[in-house]
């Protein structure tokens, strides 16, 4: 009996010992920051901690919230945070800024950016913003997009009353009458209004209206990827595998989300989030494919209509903005 012990020993290291030596449930601590405080869109990255499947590549994932992409991506730059998850038109300009920061796969591959308002507003397109007031938040990614999209159908700025408003401010002032409508992500603000006021909302999808381009996805800092590009292929892959199993287990994603924080709406309103953000992972050009598969032409075509807005000063190649060699492949 005795001889049997070293044995059984060696059984017991191997269950507990993950990669590269450490305990499989820990693994090494990571930091992501958000674009925001946590709502639906996020709920595959607390699926994925729960199931398990940051820590089987070997990460101990930690979320934390945002305060918009624009200052998710400076942390990431600047060494705060591993790794981020922010809207693509901020990475761009904070790139052609001199922030060290690289994309890692764009997830939500159609922009949820709308310009949302209730129904009964009698706005069905761009024209019938005219002379209507209009929530922003200055200086976030959709402050610049919105003056993109009124270009792109005709109209200047000056042609809609623009109110700046913090986000939570936003909801607020259209519930209450003070704004016809507001600039947001309508797998966002959407759901939270139309629960909030009991009356539908509609909107008008920047992607409807000539603006498609990426939005949401995953970076970290330059700095990383020449330090550790293991520990990002590794993150890639998690991250991928998250975002997979939470797309075909919707309902498990929101369960894992719901004590995310104190902000986060009902779960059936979680749940209307994540639903409309399943709708935006993939173009024509990556369809069937797992996401935070990209394409060099998306890429292109993002980078270019960017240019042509005025959000770029110039259009330059993907690879200044995108680490291609470790981002997910198909």
């Known amino acids: ?40 869109e996020h709920a595959p990255f607390y699926h994925g901690v729960k199931q398990g499947i940051f820590s089987k590549h070997g990460i101990n994932l930690k979320i934390q919230a945002g305060q918009g992409s624009g200052k998710t991506v400076q942390a990431v730059g600047g060494g705060q945070t591993e790794f981020g998850w922010a809207d693509t038109s901020s990475l761009l300009a904070a790139v052609d800024s001199g ?3 690289k994309s890692l796969g764009v997830y939500l591959q159609t922009t949820p950016a709308a310009v949302q308002f209730f129904g009964d507003k009698g706005i069905s397109k761009p024209a019938d913003l005219k002379g209507k007031t209009v929530a922003v938040t200055a200086g976030d990614a959709l402050s610049k997009t919105f003056g993109a999209f009124l270009k792109q159908n005709g109209l200047a700025e000056g042609d809609v009353q623009v109110q700046n408003i913090d986000p939570a401010g936003k909801i607020a002032a259209v519930i209450a009458g003070r704004a016809d409508a507001l600039v ?84 059936a309103v979680v749940l209307d989030q994540f639903t409309a953000t399943r709708a935006l992972l993939h173009t024509a050009g990556t369809r069937g494919q797992a996401p935070g598969v990209n394409t060099e032409a998306d890429w292109r075509a993002t980078i270019e209509l960017f240019a042509r807005t005025g959000i ?10 995108w680490a291609q060699h470790l ?4």
Do not use: H
């Open 184 to 267: 947001g992500y309508a797998n966002d603000q959407g759901p939270i209004i139309q629960d909030k006021a009991g009356k539908p909302v509609s909107q008008l999808r920047f992607a409807d209206f000539g603006l498609t381009y990426y939005s949401d996805g995953l970076l970290t800092s330059t700095a990383l990827l020449d330090k550790d590009p293991d520990l990002v292929k590794r993150m890639v892959a998690a991250t991928t595998e998250a975002w997979a199993e939470a797309e075909k287990n919707p309902a498990a994603a929101v369960e894992a989300i719901k004590d995310a924080s104190a902000q986060l709406p009902p779960p």
């Open 1 to 40: 009996m005795r001889s049997s012990v070293p044995v059984l020993l060696a059984a017991l290291l191997l269950a507990v010992v993950g990669c590269g030596g450490a305990p499989a449930e820990q693994g090494k601590q990571v930091t992501l920051t958000l674009n925001w405080y946590p709502y639906g």
């Open 99 to 101: 922030v060290p920061v």
């Open 327 to 330: 981002a997910p492949k198909g």
């Open 312 to 321: 770029l000063a110039a259009a330059k190649e993907p690879s200044t903005y």
